[in-house]
């Protein structure tokens, strides 16, 4: 559905050098990405700013030009057949809107129908699911100006979706959106990644955006591609683990061993301690530490995919 190989994008800026001078630098904004992304894929495309998520989406999507390589979306080549592609495409980029300001919500959709050209009847399938999964009634009247960011970003997605879009590219869809919203935005995804006749590319700063909806993490730095593969294939490399955390009525007795365990925590009078689970399941853990001391409370912790992702960018933080 998506395939680029040794896709480039450079950027010649011009930066100060001298009181009066001004030099020419060329920025390598995506410096060689090959990628192949399969139909019904939901993939989160992640990077620390500036690593070229932003521009990787403008060239799949028709408005950059690559300065080298290949890329085809849709069997298509973005810019040469832009008017083509996105009949095939939906975008929702946060910062931009496709609505019209001035106009309630219902009557984009019904331009937008006009536009693409979309049968009455699909368009009003379309409109209907996205109705009732996006709660979009309360506020169908309502010009698009005087919407909530919520609000607005379920109307935003529903307008990428009306006119039956085969892969969607989303940026940033839950930035600045409140909770309930962000779970609103993350449940409908969910449910349209599930019908797996959609696929999903995905760039946010929001990891929890990826974990609940993405197999696949491709995370991007310096313009190239760092890793490609699932988020349990990125903790196995750094070497994650989950943990056990137990909390003792008596103090953890003087070198107490836990087969396949690494005690890493001990607090509170080492009353509460926590052991790094290495080669051992939760299960295994549980039961040797539950027969060798008393109990208070227990809990398993899952790596945390915040902390793995800021070790990840920092091994690849050298120049
Ligand atoms: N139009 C442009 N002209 C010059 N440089 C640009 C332009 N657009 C992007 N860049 C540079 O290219 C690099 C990649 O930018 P890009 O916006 O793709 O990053 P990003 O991963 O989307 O970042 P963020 O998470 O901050 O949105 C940055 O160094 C940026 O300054």
């Avoid at 890329?71 to 019209?100: M, Y």
């Amino acid at each position: 559905m998506i395939r680029t190989n040794e896709l480039r994008k450079d950027f010649t800026v011009r930066v100060k050098s001298g009181r009066f001078r001004r030099e020419k630098r060329v920025v390598e904004a995506v410096a060689g990405v090959t990628l192949s992304i399969e139909p019904g894929e939901m993939v989160g495309y992640i990077g620390p700013n500036g690593a070229g998520k932003s521009t990787t989406l403008k060239m799949l999507t028709g408005v950059l030009t690559p300065s080298g390589g290949d890329v085809e979306v849709c069997g298509l080549r973005p810019v040469p057949q832009r008017t083509k592609l996105a009949l095939n495409i939906g975008v929702v980029f946060g910062q931009r809107s496709q609505l019209w300001w001035d106009l309630p919500l219902h009557e984009s959709f019904a331009l937008l129908r006009h536009i693409y050209r979309v049968p009455a009847a699909e368009h009003a399938a379309r409109l209907r699911r996205c109705r009732d999964l996006l709660d979009l009634d309360d506020f169908l009247d309502i010009p698009v100006r005087q919407l909530s960011l919520g609000q607005r970003m379920r109307g935003e997605l529903t307008a990428a979706l009306l006119h039956g879009p085969r892969v969607l590219f989303l940026d940033e869809p839950t930035i600045g959106l409140d909770v309930v919203s962000k779970q609103a935005v993350r449940s409908f995804l969910a449910e349209l990644g599930a019908t797996g006749d959609v696929t999903l590319v995905l760039t946010t700063h929001d990891l929890a955006d990826i974990e609940r909806l993405c197999e696949r993490l491709v995370v991007i730095d310096h313009g190239r591609v760092v890793h490609d593969g699932t988020i349990d294939a990125l903790h196995t490399r750094y070497g994650s683990r989950r943990s056990l955390v137990a909390d003792l009525a008596d103090p953890l007795p003087d070198g107490f061993v836990l087969p396949g365990a690494t005690l890493v925590g001990v607090e509170a009078d080492r009353h509460r301690v926590t052991f790094a689970l290495d080669g051992v399941t939760a299960g295994v853990a549980v039961a040797g530490l539950v027969a060798a001391v008393s109990i208070r409370d227990l809990s398993v912790v899952e790596p945390d995919i915040e902390d793995v992702v800021a070790r990840l960018y920092a091994s690849t933080d050298a120049p």
